[in-house]
C-alpha cells in the first residue's frame, strides 16, 4: 500500500504541476510586441511606396509622405498623410486622429471624412496607409505554434494570435495574425469582413534597421478573392522627427505646407 502511494505521488506531482509549466504566451503581450518592432514609440516621417498588380503586371502606383505622432491619451498614432506623386494627386492630404479620418483636395479647399476600410490603391486601404497599433483596438487571444509560410514562401514557426476589434475604431472586425514566434516579428497577417469573408492577406518582409531596431519595410497585400491582384507598400526615408499638433487638426488642412 505504501508503495502504491509512492509510486502515484510523482503522477499527481505532474499533474498539479501541469497547467503552470504549459502555460503560453500572454497574446496581448505578444501582439504589443510586434506593434513595437512595425512602429517606433516617437514621433517619425517616412515615405510610402505603393505599387499595384494585376497577374503579375504593374497597373498603378502612388508615393505618400507619412508624418505619424503617438497620442499620450490614446495611446493610438495619429497621422498627415500627404501625396507625392501621381502628377494628379500631388499636394492632397489624409488626416487620421486616431478616430477619424479626413480627405483634402486643395483644388476644392474642401475635406470630406473617408472610411479607413476604403482603397487607397489597390489592396491598400486608407487605413493600410497610417501607422497603427493593433494592442489598442484589438483583444488577442489563443497565441498558439503554427507554422506558416512567410512572405519569402519559406516555413516560419510562428505564434498565431486571434485578434477581435474592441470598438468602432478598428479598421476591421476581425484579425488573423502570425508573429515569428522566437522574435514576436509580424510575419503575415489576415483580415476580415462582418460577414466573415477574408478581405486581404498581408506579408511584412525585407526587415532592415531603422531607429536602431529591425524593421519591415515592405508589406506585400493580396486580395481575398482574386490572388492575382497584388499591392506592394515600400517604406524608405525613415526620419525621426517632429510632428507639431497643428498638422493633425482637421482645420489646419487648408494651411498645411511641409517643411
Not at 35 to 52: C, K, M
Not at 133 to 150: G, I, L, M, S
Request: with cysteine; aromatic share 10%; charged share 25%.
Amino acid at each position: 500500500m505504501q508503495r502504491r502511494s509512492l509510486l502515484a505521488l510523482p503522477l499527481a506531482a505532474l499533474t498539479a504541476w501541469h497547467p503552470h509549466a504549459w502555460a503560453g504566451p500572454d497574446p496581448q503581450a505578444v501582439l504589443a510586441a510586434s506593434d513595437a518592432i512595425r512602429n517606433p514609440d516617437f514621433s517619425f516621417g517616412l515615405v510610402n511606396t505603393l505599387v499595384e498588380y494585376r497577374q503579375g503586371r504593374q497597373t498603378d502606383s502612388s508615393q505618400l509622405a507619412v508624418y505619424s505622432r503617438p497620442d499620450a491619451v490614446g495611446g493610438q498614432f495619429r497621422s498627415l498623410v500627404r501625396y507625392l506623386a501621381p502628377a494628379r494627386d500631388v499636394g492632397k492630404l489624409i488626416l487620421y486622429n486616431g478616430k477619424d479620418l479626413w480627405f483634402y483636395d486643395p483644388a476644392s479647399q474642401g475635406s470630406i471624412r473617408l472610411s479607413p476600410q476604403q482603397r487607397l490603391l489597390g489592396q491598400a486601404s486608407n487605413g493600410d496607409v497610417v501607422t497603427t497599433n493593433f494592442a489598442r483596438d484589438y483583444r488577442a487571444t489563443n497565441a498558439v505554434e503554427d507554422t506558416t509560410q512567410d512572405g519569402d514562401r519559406k516555413p516560419r514557426l510562428c505564434l498565431k494570435l486571434e485578434l477581435q476589434a474592441q470598438g468602432p475604431d478598428a479598421h476591421y472586425p476581425r484579425v488573423e495574425m502570425w508573429v515569428d514566434a522566437s522574435n514576436h516579428r509580424p510575419v503575415k497577417a489576415r483580415f476580415y469582413a462582418d460577414t466573415g469573408a477574408l478581405l486581404k492577406t498581408a506579408y511584412y518582409r525585407r526587415y532592415e534597421n531603422a531607429f536602431g531596431t529591425e524593421r519591415p519595410t515592405e508589406t506585400v497585400i493580396i486580395d481575398g478573392l482574386d490572388p492575382s491582384w497584388v499591392t506592394v507598400m515600400r517604406y524608405s526615408q525613415w526620419e525621426r522627427r517632429e510632428v507639431p499638433q497643428a498638422w493633425l487638426q482637421r482645420d489646419y488642412l487648408p494651411r498645411f505646407r511641409p517643411e
